[in-house]
């Protein structure tokens, strides 16, 4: 299964790089939401993970921009900056379904458990 990661902190990119890598997952990094965009258009993924705040195109840009593409892509959000200002509840509307939201830090575990449910979901063979 291959799994697009778009996350402008570079270590936490490669930490979770190495972490699904190990896990049989085949893992694209991304930069920032742009870079992620242009990744999926060159190959798709089966999965998405993406911060919110980036440079050049932030994470709810990239999802709008994927959902054109795949609409039934599963996207895992990991945020340290998520309130209901700053729109929580756009992204549990059914428009960007199927979705999870899980706040920073997060352990491995969670994150490899969210992305068996996830895919679980939507039919997708496992790792």
Request: aromatic share 4%; glycine share 6%; net charge negative.
């Amino acid at each position: 299964m291959h799994i697009l990661v778009a996350e402008d902190e570079a270590l936490a990119a490669m930490a979770l790089e190495d972490f699904l890598s190990r896990k049989g997952y085949r893992v694209t990094l991304a930069q920032d939401g742009q870079e992620g965009l242009e990744r999926y258009s060159a190959d798709p993924a089966d999965l998405v993970i993406t911060d919110l705040r980036m440079p050049r195109m932030d994470g709810r840009a990239l999802i709008r921009e994927l959902r054109i593409k795949a609409a039934g892509l599963p996207i895992l959000v990991m945020t340290g900056f998520l309130s209901m200002e700053a729109g929580e509840d756009d992204l549990t509307s059914d428009r960007w379904q199927p979705l999870v939201v899980l706040r920073k830090p997060v352990s491995p575990q969670v994150i490899l458990d969210t992305l068996t449910s996830l895919a679980q979901a939507a039919k997708l063979r496992p790792a």
